[in-house]
């Protein structure tokens, strides 16, 4: 099946420092979103994109579409313990359903 | 996401039981679907259904199996658990287009 190569699988970072996690795909996706889950929790979507190109904030989370369709990247500014989590990519081709990243494990240090 | 309800949270049960988890939603949306978390494996789909008299299987249906009983019900099975079955379910929902909606899991532990 589809596969998306999700990274870094995890990170370590001081409180207040920038994150960046990326997703890459072999195949063309028309829908890409980002998921956060919390331990004991299910996912909680962060942020849709729906449009190639598209650059969509949601508070100190920047998420963008890349251009080939293939690729989205997700930024974290002036990260706070509350951040940490596992996040995950997910892309949609038509009316299939979603294919998930293997995550990426956030800690900070506080 | 409390409009996407899952029973029970927690199981512990013995190898070769029978296990239903079940999923309800207040959402009102069509599609249904139930997935299975793994260390490092990330969200695998088991099986999907687009409305009441759809059920298609997923990435790793072997050994599940599914009954959509009403647009708000979606179970789950396991005829004859195993210990490689062992993880971390969820079920999530959706309106046709839109992003999925999860509920907070079901920890199943076969021994």
């Known amino acids: 099946g589809q596969q998306l190569n999700q990274s870094p699988q995890s990170m370590f970072i001081q409180e207040g420092e920038d994150v960046s996690m990326n997703c890459t795909s072999s195949?063309?996706?028309?829908?890409w979103l980002w998921y956060k889950q919390d331990p004991g929790e299910g996912p909680v979507l962060l942020i849709a994109l729906y449009k190639a190109g598209e650059l969509t904030s949601n508070g100190r989370l920047t998420a963008q579409f890349g251009i080939t369709r293939k690729d989205s990247f997700l930024n974290i500014s002036a990260s706070i313990p509350s951040d940490v989590g596992i996040y995950f990519c997910?892309?949609?081709?038509?009316?299939?359903?979603?294919?998930f990243g293997k995550g990426t494990r956030l800690s900070v240090i506080a | 996401d409390a409009d996407v309800t899952q029973t029970p949270r927690n199981r512990i049960t013995k190898t070769g039981k029978r296990i239903m988890l079940e999923c309800s939603q207040t959402k009102g949306h069509d599609r249904m679907y139930w997935y299975r978390q793994d260390p490092g494996l990330g969200l695998r789909l088991i099986y999907y259904s687009f409305d009441v008299k759809d059920i298609n299987k997923g990435e790793i249906s072997d050994g599940y199996s599914v009954s959509r009983q009403a647009q708000a019900k979606f179970s789950l099975s396991l005829e004859s658990a195993i210990p490689n079955q062992t993880a971390l379910y969820f079920c999530?929902?959706?309106?046709?287009?839109?992003?999925?909606?999860f509920g907070d899991g079901t920890r199943l532990s076969i021994l």
């Open positions: 195949s063309i996706f028309n829908t």
């Open positions: 999530a929902t959706s309106d046709l287009n839109q992003p999925q909606h």
């Open positions: 997910a892309g949609q081709q038509g009316n299939t359903p979603l294919v």
